[in-house]
């Protein structure tokens, strides 16, 4: 990942082919021809280049989007329209990102706030807000504990929930997330599921749920472990809609709503687990990070931060 934003190789690629195409923050261009100069320039085929392109501007796979998409970019469970009828520009944030890298102003802390789970690296995502108050506090000579603290918990896109282990992440040793959607009740016999992770399809979780309420466990032999109880559910209603997912699940007259929320948060795809790491210590990243820029300009360098977060 780049030093200067802490952006993949091929981030910067596709950031790179738009510009040569004018596909600047006040110009769209037809992704056909942003993917052409992507294969042309940096031997990028269209295939993963149109990925990371949809990826940089959807907003439930990173906090801060790179581009920004004109036409169907699909959604958490389905894909993109074709490059021939869709266009893309470079985000405000997105040419700042691409400024940084070619060193015109200072580095931006894009990589740490968007994470890269999302393509199956090891990074994870914070908070916007929480690593803009974590880098002044490195700035201003704030303590390992404090800067984690300032920090909080990685955070992803869509709000679901993480437990983990807070010394081993912000010490830059791999760990474990826990990461869970969203279960609760919305009413007697009502449960809702939502934030679901940005990489399960929701319609996992309803085969998963259409399961679990169709097929009772079997006997087993005394002394084995007891197979999960069969969900007493009437029916699954999908109503995401607008990159928001939101399941909405009917219980069975006289079920017991806690103990269905108990078993759906364990269902895989409700509930998952990504490993995950820094690399290295979380204060140091940010204190590198705010030493090897200016910081005369690091107020200005936040403040583009800012502005992206405000939309």
Not at 1 to 20: E, F, I, K, P
Not at 92 to 121: H, K, M, Q, S
Request: hydrophobic fraction near 40%; charged fraction near 20%.
């Amino acid at each position: 990942m780049s030093s200067a934003t802490g952006l993949s190789v091929m981030d910067v690629a596709v950031l790179d082919a738009l510009d040569h195409v004018g596909a600047t923050p006040d110009r769209y261009v037809k992704n056909k021809r942003v993917l052409d100069e992507a294969f042309q320039c940096h031997n990028i085929p269209p295939r993963p280049g149109y990925q990371v392109l949809c990826d940089l501007s959807r907003s439930w796979v990173v906090h801060l989007p790179l581009v920004d998409f004109h036409g169907n970019a699909g959604s958490p469970d389905f894909g993109p329209a074709s490059p021939l009828y869709t266009e893309s520009r470079l985000s405000p944030l997105g040419a700042a990102a691409l400024a940084a890298e070619r060193g015109e102003i200072g580095p931006l802390p894009i990589g740490l706030i968007n994470g890269n789970t999302y393509v199956d690296g090891p990074k994870p995502p914070f908070d916007p807000t929480r690593i803009l108050a974590g880098v002044r506090s490195a700035a201003a000579g704030g303590s390992d504990e404090m800067i984690a603290a300032t920090v909080g918990a990685p955070s992803f896109p869509g709000g679901c929930r993480v437990q983990y282990d807070q010394e081993r992440l912000v010490t830059g040793v791999r760990t474990r997330l826990d990461v869970c959607a969203n279960v609760a009740a919305a009413g007697p016999g009502l449960i809702r599921i939502t934030s679901i992770p940005s990489d399960i399809n929701s319609g996992t979780i309803v085969l998963a749920l259409e399961h679990r309420a169709e097929h009772p466990p079997p006997e087993r032999p005394e002394g084995w472990p007891a197979l999960p109880p069969r969900l007493p559910i009437r029916n699954i209603n999908d109503q995401s809609a607008d990159g928001r997912r939101l399941l909405e699940v009917t219980l069975e007259p006289e079920a017991d709503d806690d103990a269905v929320i108990a078993e759906i948060e364990g269902i895989w795809g409700v509930h998952t687990e990504i490993d995950v790491t820094l690399g290295q210590p979380l204060a140091r990243i940010l204190r590198d990070w705010v030493d090897f820029g200016s910081r005369d300009d690091l107020d200005d360098r936040l403040a583009i931060i800012a502005n992206a977060i405000r939309g």
